[in-house]
């Protein structure tokens, strides 16, 4: 029998997908075991929570997330440890803040010996560990641990670019050839390649293929595929990503055994390029409240910034359709009975104060605040949590449900409503630091400070802009719009006192002796 390939299934499963008729039971499911649920976590690559209608955004970008809310639990002011995907994921995996485990410089990793603090190696063999990863330096961060995976795609999986000749020659260390190709061969963040030669030469390959398949099928009537343009590494069609989500599931529930599926997918990410059809939405001439440009920042024009910001939602709302037809695949099979299904993000998205994008010094909500939504097994009604959480707390609430041991060095704490209490007086930190060596203490960065209605933004080591302190009360002033760190001096002088305390016990281990 010739092999059913991955292209071969998403050629069919678009009309799947869409809502064609299908039987009652296509997965053979595993056994409801409470102990050892499977869990699925859907992670999409700088989804800001500020952008969806779920967390009260005029613009209807996300209805099927919002139904999805419906049977899930929704944490309301869930922040994440850094603002752009190296220190963000690496706090979501390791449940550590950025100032400890230390992949803050782009494309880092995170330190040899918090390694294997993360739910790979953490579940053990009695799960089936599944990984598959759009962004190499998420997928460098799981390579850490690639011997604790089971099944780890390429990053090029279900992409024009299926499979590489990097990836094979370094299949046994992932994080390596994770390096190779961003850093060598083809740059995830532009257009420039270590290889002049080779990446130019990989460039032409994928073009070429584009458009042969192009001429040769109807398969791109609503436009080039997400990602082809501006240089990155695995050109993709949305719809043929969360088809392949689908796919994978399907397998793992095949298994009769209980799994850990961890999707990183790439879109919204930078550039906003969604189908054809979304061009439509969001004609509505929406105007956020202005807010004058930052002194760091490249001091962009509001039209642009609000030309990109209706691109951004756009993407959004071809997101939220293609999980919407994913989540509700799984319902129809069974799936939502016997899993935690998570979805989340890495970091958020900014359209203001003359800048656009992450990555850069500014720490402000929509960069920091992202969506977290946890279904778990057989949930059919919602809860909505409100104290403030942090993405490090995701890895102790996997080890908490599954009744593993939580590690002693892990920062985050059980999410409420899945085994922990609310404390809304909890310090939760946010760090970047890509300017700060991985192995001294940092004195270039810029670290928010949330505790309680208040957050507290401190710039170190920026020239012209060293030891500036930002205060903003959240509760009456969400967009951030008032800083009021020369007005409430009490308040700003004990936050950071305290939040001097905490950088003092973080440097602490890198202070050379």
């Known amino acids: 029998m010739a092999k059913f390939t991955r292209r071969d299934f998403l050629k069919i499963a678009g009309g799947y997908l869409a809502g064609a008729a299908l039987p009652n039971k296509l997965f053979s499911t595993a056994d409801n075991n409470t102990n050892s649920p499977n869990i699925i976590i859907i992670l999409c690559d700088a989804l800001s929570a500020r952008h969806l209608s779920l967390y009260g955004y005029p613009r209807s970008t996300t209805p099927h997330i919002d139904s999805f809310a419906g049977y899930s639990t929704v944490y309301h002011q869930h922040i994440s440890g850094g603002n752009f995907t190296t220190t963000g994921t690496a706090s979501f995996l390791t449940g550590m803040f950025g100032w400890k485990h230390r992949a803050i410089n782009q494309g880092g990793l995170v330190l040899p010996e918090f390694a294997s603090t993360n739910p790979y190696s953490l579940l053990g063999a009695d799960y089936f560990r599944f990984a598959f990863s759009q962004n190499p330096w998420s997928e460098r961060l799981v390579g850490q641990s690639y011997q604790d995976v089971d099944n780890f795609l390429p990053v090029t999986a279900y992409s024009l670019r299926e499979g590489n000749l990097v990836t094979g020659v370094f299949k046994n260390d992932r994080t390596l050839a994770s390096i190779a190709v961003d850093d060598f061969l083809f740059s995830l963040q532009g257009d420039m390649a270590g290889s002049s030669i080779l990446g130019s030469y990989y460039k032409e390959k994928i073009f070429s293929s584009f458009l042969k398949e192009r001429n040769d099928s109807p398969r791109y009537p609503n436009g080039i595929p997400e990602i082809l343009l501006g240089g990155y590494v695995a050109p993709y069609l949305n719809e043929d990503v969360y088809n392949g989500v689908y796919l994978e599931l399907s397998q793992l529930e095949e298994r009769h055994s209980p799994y850990f599926a961890f999707f990183h997918l790439f879109s919204p990410h930078f550039p906003y390029s969604p189908r054809s059809e979304y061009f439509r939405l969001f004609r509505d001439g929406y105007a956020p409240p202005q807010k004058n440009a930052h002194p760091l920042s490249p001091k962009l024009n509001e039209v642009f910034l609000r030309s990109q910001r209706t691109a951004y939602d756009r993407q959004i709302a071809q997101v939220d359709e293609e999980f919407g037809r994913l989540i509700n695949k799984l319902d129809r099979t069974g799936v939502l009975a016997n899993s935690y299904v998570i979805i989340t993000s890495d ?118 802009f060293d030891q500036v302190f930002e205060l903003y009360n959240l509760t009456v002033d969400p967009e951030e719009m008032f800083d009021l760190s020369n007005k409430e001096t009490e308040i700003l002088s004990k936050l950071k006192q305290e939040f001097y305390s905490h950088l003092e016990k973080a440097n602490q281990p890198f202070i050379k002796k």
């Not at 929509?366 to 909505?384: C, E, K, S, Y």
């Open 347 to 464: 970091h958020g998205e900014l359209f203001e104060r003359g800048f656009v994008g992450h990555g850069f010094q500014f720490m402000y909500e929509p960069v920091l605040h992202i969506p977290l939504l946890v279904h778990a097994p057989g949930q059919v009604t919602r809860n909505d949590v409100y104290s403030p959480t942090s993405n490090v707390d995701v890895l102790p609430t996997l080890l908490h449900i599954t009744n593993r041991e939580i590690p002693s060095d892990v920062d985050g704490v059980v999410l409420p409503a899945l085994g922990g209490v609310e404390d809304p007086d909890r310090p939760i930190f946010s760090v970047y630091a890509v300017d700060n060596s991985v192995y001294g203490p940092l004195k270039k960065a810029v670290i928010a400070m949330r505790k309680g209605s208040y957050k507290l933004i401190a710039y170190l080591g920026y020239e012209n």
